[in-house]
């Protein structure tokens, strides 16, 4: 996007003036591949190019919003115009677009090719017969906001997501993948590392028993927990929620430590600059078993001003408060003896998707297998199933041992809230709650 | 570049497969909340391209012509497995000039009263947003297909929280609205929605008859939809019972649009007569795929996707339909679902559903009190063979696709 700021700061002019007052132009070059694997083939490829471009002005409780396509000097003219009428405000003069012409963006996904031809070794090796797509992505997003210095920030995704079959010691079965991670040589290193292990032969799975159980949530998976329990409550236009009404309160162990940090450019949801042109600042979502902050963007800033989580799924919907990724930080417990504390419950690697009510703090989180834990050593396998309570006593019956080792989780990609698709990530230790709902799943 | 570039250079490509669409659109949106009022316009333009070069299928999608100049090549690079191309339509449709979009009316003062009133008090609204549209889309293609149509929405999503001491719950409903604003039925829904499972009552029966209300009706069809989609149904389908006699279920967008996403005319399909599996929806895929026509039902839920095969407008209907309040009054023993409050899970290969809900308790025909959540499960085959009845108060619910459905009379159950 070879944009003239200060032109496009002239033209913002006639908003600015009073304190806390926002107004920006954000656009967006988006490149994307998707190809729709079946058993070794690609059946289907799907190339995307998009640009766009808004115009954002608010004002107290008010705020006019225009979006339109293309991320040109005439896009940036027509969406600033388009506020300019909306808000009463003298219209921009029409002319054409001058100076250099905007910068043409390299061709398609530059690894697309290449990424396909290693997925395509490592699906023969481990997965031959599948259904899964995969999606590259890079997006480059550019802001530009009255008072405020331009930022420009760029990120390249890797998202697989599917379906497979597998041996089971009782004959083939389906199972679920999903696999988000910026792009790099090392992501698909993991990704081979992960899709082995997912495929390796398991134990018929009986159901999981309905009632409570004490469980372990184990190879980062808890970061699907915490993003739903503490990310969304935390999130600065959320509503109230359990967690609001005790701020900074003691609601789990000393030694619980969340934070959501959108810094980690190695976990999904990572960025340096929001969609507002904030850096991000880690934010302490549990610090010392106390509630702490919220995940702001500028319109909910408090006095320290955002915390850099102005996200927003594209250039046609304006910014919301969102988190990014959530970080748990590790103990120091080994898995064999977090095994041998839990005695008898059940011990869950992967989550499917989750969701939380804001209001009652009531979550459930859907998993595609367990293992069955009896007297601190692995038994049956157990089918899919889902986790279910509520948020306060949730964070209560975190016990005090943590998991030593902090893994990323890489089946957290896309968050959907208010129709808005975004990119998070997070990681964190073995853990273990006390008391969980569970009941088997279709 | 323009539309007849493109059409060229596709034409260099591969000179009788292809097929170009040109979608833009125009929405006006107004975000309203206690804390925030946001008006918001929308321009947006779409170009796709779907073709057949080195026998294999390609798509590329950009947000415009020279965007998509650059795609088609390097979606030409990767490689793709081999595949037959459709028989493409030929046909041709104009379209009339255009006008401009209002903007929706601010019913959120409105609505907060309908809401206060419905829920006695006990529930406000948090949000909503209201969405009024226009979009043109234009499908070309090798064959000389050149159509044209336009299509209009007014849909939103409404928020509402209710609370009592210690409890909470928080409610999100999507709507559309065919006519015009529906405020009292909205107000209804997210009260009754919010409010109920905020009882102290469990499920008082383990199986009984089951009322659905057209929402939750809906979301049983919606979910059931790919029985009318696949080349092979599941094992358990008896194509002469599939439903009960009293159901009849098809699909037809002729009101909403001429055309599907891929050109072919919309029309009528009768999928579920008298409760026999009688029809099946086509795209141009599938129909090749099944040496039969495509039925219209290649949608394009947008432009950066190809078209897909898909429901339309799909919908129960009753050559006999029962009013809703002789329904009730043949309920000895039931429940009334009048909410989902967990996305509604079917499994149609191994013939199981499950359904959250919350509702009310019916005795003898008469309402004796909410019910704050309920699950019926079982198995799809007999659920939709039990359904005794349909009422005359045909609804709509975006899916997404639109799904159509009267307050449902199912005779038996099993609750927990």
């Keep these: ?442 | 570049m323009t539309g007849d570039d493109l059409g060229a250079l596709l034409s260099r490509r591969c000179p009788e497969q292809w097929e170009l669409y040109r979608k833009t659109a125009e929405t006006r949106e107004i975000d309203a909340t206690p804390e925030l009022e946001r008006a918001a316009w929308r321009r947006e333009e779409g170009w796709a391209a779907r073709w057949w070069e080195g026998g294999a299928p390609r798509f590329a999608a950009a947000s415009d012509a020279d965007g998509l100049a650059l795609a088609l090549p390097e979606a030409a690079r990767l490689p793709v497995a081999a595949d037959e191309p459709p028989a493409w339509p030929v046909k041709k449709a104009t379209l009339a000039g255009a006008a401009s979009v209002e903007a929706p009316p601010a019913l959120f003062e409105e609505l907060l009263r309908a809401v206060a009133a419905a829920s006695r008090g006990e529930a406000v609204l948090a949000g909503l947003t209201l969405r009024r549209g226009r979009a043109e889309e234009r499908i070309v293609n090798a064959a000389g297909l050149d159509v044209a149509q336009e299509h209009h929405v007014f849909d939103g999503v409404a928020r509402c929280v209710a609370r009592r001491p210690g409890r909470a719950r928080e409610v999100r409903v999507p709507f559309r609205w065919d006519s015009g604003p529906e405020t009292e039925t909205l107000a209804r829904r997210l009260a009754d929605a919010a409010t109920l499972p905020l009882s102290d009552r469990p499920t008082p029966f383990s199986s009984g008859q089951w009322l659905l209300d057209p929402a939750v009706g809906a979301a049983l069809l919606a979910a059931i939809a790919p029985l009318f989609l696949d080349a092979r149904p599941p094992r358990w389908v008896v194509r002469e019972k599939l439903a009960g006699p009293a159901v009849s279920i098809a699909d037809d967008a002729s009101r909403d649009a001429a055309f599907d996403g891929e050109g072919v005319a919309s029309r009528r399909m009768l999928l579920v007569e008298h409760g026999a599996l009688s029809g099946r929806l086509h795209d141009l895929s599938s129909a090749r795929r099944a040496g039969a026509t495509s039925t219209g039902h290649g949608v394009r839920p947008s432009f950066r996707l190809p078209p897909q095969l898909g429901p339309r407008r799909l919908f129960f209907e009753s050559g006999s339909p029962t009013p809703s309040a002789a329904l009730l009054s043949g309920v000895t023993k039931g429940l009334f679902a009048s909410a989902l409050t967990a996305p509604l899970r079917v499994d149609l290969q191994a013939d199981r559903y499950e359904a959250e809900f919350t509702g009310v308790s019916i005795v003898g025909g008469r309402a004796q009190g909410p019910v704050a959540g309920a699950r019926a499960r079982g198995r799809v085959s007999e659920l939709l063979r039990r359904i005794a009845a349909l009422s005359t108060d045909l609804q709509f619910f975006p899916a997404p696709f639109l799904a159509g459905s009267p307050t449902v009379y199912v005779e038996r159950a099993s609750f927990d």
């Design chain 1, 1 to 442: 996007m070879n944009w003239d700021d200060d032109s496009i700061l002239r033209w913002l002019e006639p908003f600015g003036g009073r304190e806390g007052d926002l107004v920006e132009v954000f656009g967006e070059a988006l490149t994307e591949t998707c190809l729709e694997w079946r058993d070794g083939e690609i059946r289907e490829a799907r190339v995307r190019r998009e640009q766009g471009t808004s115009a954002r002005w608010r004002r107290g409780r008010s705020e006019q919003f225009a979006s339109v396509a293309g991320a040109d000097e005439a896009a940036v003219r027509e969406a600033v115009r388009a506020l300019r009428a909306s808000a009463g405000r003298e219209p921009l003069p029409i002319r054409s677009a001058r100076g250099a012409p905007a910068a043409e963006t390299e061709v398609g996904f530059p690894a697309a090719e290449r990424t396909a031809r290693r997925l395509a070794a490592i699906l023969a090796r481990h997965a031959p017969r599948h259904v899964f797509t995969l999606r590259l992505r890079q997006t480059e997003r550019r802001v530009v906001a009255a008072g405020r210095p331009a930022s420009t920030a760029t990120r390249r995704l890797l998202s697989l997501e599917g379906r497979f079959t597998a041996a089971s010691r009782a004959g083939d079965e389906q199972r679920l993948f999903a696999f988000h991670a910026p792009m790099s040589d090392e992501a698909l290193e993991e990704l081979k590392t992960a899709l082995a292990d997912a495929a390796a032969p398991r134990d018929r799975a009986v159901p999981v028993p309905a009632g409570e159980a004490d469980a372990i949530l184990a190879g980062g998976c808890a970061a699907v927990l915490f993003h739903e329990i503490l990310g969304h409550p935390l999130e600065a236009d959320a509503g109230v929620s359990p967690l609001r009404a005790l701020p900074e309160a003691r609601v789990a162990v000393a030694d619980l430590e969340v934070i959501d940090d959108a810094r980690r450019l190695d976990l999904f949801g990572g960025y340096e600059r929001d969609d507002e042109g904030t850096a991000p600042r880690p934010v302490k979502l549990v610090a010392s078993g106390l509630v702490g902050s919220q995940l702001t963007d500028r319109a909910h800033a408090a006095a320290a001003g955002s915390t850099g989580h102005g996200r927003r799924s594209g250039p046609a919907e304006p910014p919301l408060p969102r988190g990014a990724n959530v970080v748990v930080s590790g103990g120091a417990t080994d898995p064999e003896e977090m095994l041998r504390r839990l005695g008898n419950g059940i011990w869950i690697d992967e989550f499917l998707g989750g969701s939380v009510e804001i209001a009652s703090g009531s979550f459930r989180l859907r998993f595609p297998r367990a293992r069955r834990v009896r007297r601190g050593r692995f038994a049956d396998e157990l089918g899919p199933g889902v986790l279910a309570g509520e948020l306060l006593p949730t964070l209560e019956a975190v016990e005090p041992a943590l998991g030593r080792e902090v893994r990323a989780y890489r089946g957290l990609g896309w968050c959907a809230r208010a129709g808005q698709v975004v990119p998070v990530g997070g990681a964190a230790p073995d853990l273990m709650i006390r008391r969980l709902g569970v009941r088997p799943e279709l």
